[in-house]
């Protein structure tokens, strides 16, 4: 069965550096999204992606993110300056349609 | 805007019990529904999703749901639970036309006790 993969599987930065979290969605879908969890909350929208331009956000997802579909197969989260409250897992999904979701198993961020 | 409401943080429950997890959401318009389940340290798994058609849906480990429109539920359900069942239950809402976003709710902790 396909699958959505993230890389790393869990990253330790500085507060103030930046980082990238990678995803390779399921190679056939069209739409890309990135969710949060921080530790014993619920999962929080961040952004969706489509067409190559961000399609929706949240008001979590300020100027300090940025996403990013480099190649036919990636699709990048990057946190410009880490803050302590970015530590949290980061799921990534992509769908198909607009309603068929599939969830990476997540890359546990760690800001020290 | 979308809410999904998880009234229970934790259920325990005796193995071979039958089980019911509770999910209810907001929004009147139409809606999409999913249940995920998380294993510790773990991503989300798809349980079960209503998307439209018969309220009653099935996964293929033996839990159910069933998308009542009056009450706005989709509670999960389980006749009899097994130990390999302990884990985190999210249910997660979409609305049609809405984007494509998930709203999910705070997540209940089932835990399976012999």
């Known amino acids: 069965e396909p699958e959505v993969t993230q890389t790393p599987s869990h990253q330790v930065t500085q507060m103030g550096q930046e980082v990238i979290l990678r995803c390779v969605p399921i190679?056939?879908?069209?739409?890309f999204y990135w969710y949060r969890q921080i530790l014993g909350q619920k999962v929080e929208f961040l952004v969706s992606?489509?067409?190559?331009?961000?399609?929706?956000k949240s008001e979590i997802f300020d100027d300090q993110f940025s996403v990013e579909r480099p190649d036919g197969s990636n699709f990048t989260l990057k946190i410009r300056s880490t803050k302590l409250e970015d530590s949290a897992m980061y799921f990534c999904?992509?769908?198909?349609?607009?309603?068929?979701?599939?969830f990476g198993s997540g890359t546990r961020l760690t800001v020290v | 805007a979308q809410s999904v409401t998880q009234l229970d943080s934790q259920v325990p429950v005796f193995e071979e019990a039958p089980v019911e997890l509770r999910c209810n959401y907001s929004?009147?318009?139409?809606?999409?529904l999913f249940w995920y389940v998380q294993y510790p340290n773990q991503g989300l798994q798809l349980l079960l999703k209503?998307?439209?058609?018969?309220?009653l849906v099935e996964s293929i480990n033996g839990f159910e749901a069933e998308f009542n429109k009056s009450q706005t539920s989709f509670h999960l359900r389980k006749p009899s639970v097994h130990i390999s069942d302990t884990a985190e239950y999210f249910c997660a809402a979409g609305v049609t036309g809405g984007g494509n976003k998930l709203t999910f709710g705070t997540g209940t902790q089932l835990k399976v006790e012999l």
């Open positions: 209503y998307l439209s058609g018969s309220t």
């Open positions: 929004s009147s318009v139409s809606v999409y």
């Open positions: 992606f489509y067409n190559n331009e961000i399609s929706e």
């Open positions: 999904a992509s769908s198909e349609l607009a309603r068929g979701y599939t």
């Open positions: 190679s056939n879908h069209l739409y």
